[in-house]
């Protein structure tokens, strides 16, 4: 089991035309099975298997609007448990 965790947070204003071409470029990288997130703090890169978890909520409060897009996957090795299995 993978001990250390790395993370990667980026938050700025955008136009729209950015936030599509950096859309654009996750879809690219989703499509090639490795995306590289990197700023001026940091960089991650990550290996997406065939298989992932989907989840997009969109909501409107007052004159604040949301979208949310969450792409959840987990690495082979920790999907298949390698531990052996005792019954009594």
Same mark, same amino acid.
């Given at each position: 089991?993978?001990?250390?965790?790395?993370?990667?947070?980026?938050?700025?204003?955008?136009?729209?035309?950015?936030?599509?071409?950096?859309?654009?470029?996750? %879809?690219?990288? +989703?499509?090639?099975?490795? +995306?590289?997130?990197?700023?001026?703090?940091?960089?991650?890169? +990550?290996?997406?298997?065939?298989?992932? !978890?989907?989840?997009? %909520? #969109?909501?409107?409060?007052?004159?604040? !609007?949301?979208?949310?897009?969450?792409? %959840?996957?987990?690495?082979?090795?920790?999907?298949?448990?390698?531990?052996?299995? #005792?019954?009594?």
């Amino acid at each position: 089991m993978r001990q250390s965790k790395q993370s990667f947070r980026h938050e700025s204003l955008q136009n729209r035309k950015t936030i599509q071409d950096i859309l654009k470029a996750i %879809t690219k990288g +989703l499509g090639k099975g490795k +995306l590289t997130f990197s700023d001026e703090d940091g960089e991650i890169v +990550l290996q997406p298997r065939d298989l992932l !978890n989907l989840k997009v %909520t #969109a909501s409107q409060d007052d004159s604040r !609007n949301r979208i949310t897009v969450r792409i %959840t996957w987990q690495d082979e090795d920790e999907v298949k448990s390698k531990k052996p299995l #005792a019954v009594d």
